[in-house]
């Protein structure tokens, strides 16, 4: 059993200390609504071959809030802590990959990513809409932010992913 609260949220604090963001709260940040449709993930791989294109991707449990503290306690107990770190909390029971495929069409919304070259311009930018291609090119491209550190909500519909939202995490 693998938790990546406390990891990633090293991991991130570290870039967060470059990057100039805002708080969620300030800018109206709301959770993703969970489907029954909906999966959420790190993507691990992008392969397009053939026209096709495939995501490989790792499921996990993401909690927030109070659900978040509340099953934080239940599984660190002893943390010395009164809840998750920055309000949320990755449960990775599994890291089995699985492939899933992504609709030609499908809907990209991304927080924050590397749009010049430059981490001074990763900013926060809620649910900015890119084509898929762009996606690609992001995920691929990880010399100033690494995008493949933040979980996605895939909503698959008919076998295929036709959304993938990045997460925010503070």
Not at 17 to 36: G, R
Not at 53 to 61: A, F, G, R, S, Y
Not at 63 to 88: H, M, N, Q, T, V
Request: negative net charge; proline residues 5%; aromatic residues 8%.
């Amino acid at each position: 059993m693998k938790r990546h609260a406390i990891g990633i949220a090293l991991t991130i604090l570290g870039l967060s200390a470059c990057i100039s963001t805002v708080s969620a709260v300030d800018n109206e940040y709301a959770p993703v609504k969970q489907t029954p449709d909906t999966i959420t993930a790190f993507i691990r791989g992008i392969d397009v071959k053939d026209g096709r294109e495939t995501l490989q991707v790792d499921p996990i449990q993401w909690f927030e809030g109070a659900a978040a503290d509340e099953r934080f306690l239940k599984d660190e107990p002893d943390s010395g802590l009164d809840g998750a770190p920055d309000g949320y909390y990755i449960v990775n029971d599994d890291e089995k990959l699985e492939t899933l495929e992504v609709d030609p069409q499908a809907a990209v919304l991304m927080q924050i990513y590397d749009r010049t070259g430059s981490l001074v311009d990763a900013t926060t930018e809620w649910n900015q809409a890119i084509p898929l291609a762009k996606f690609n090119a992001v995920y691929r491209n990880n010399g100033v932010l690494d995008v493949s550190d933040y979980p996605y909500h895939l909503t698959v519909k008919d076998g295929k992913v036709v959304r993938i939202v990045q997460q925010f995490i503070p």
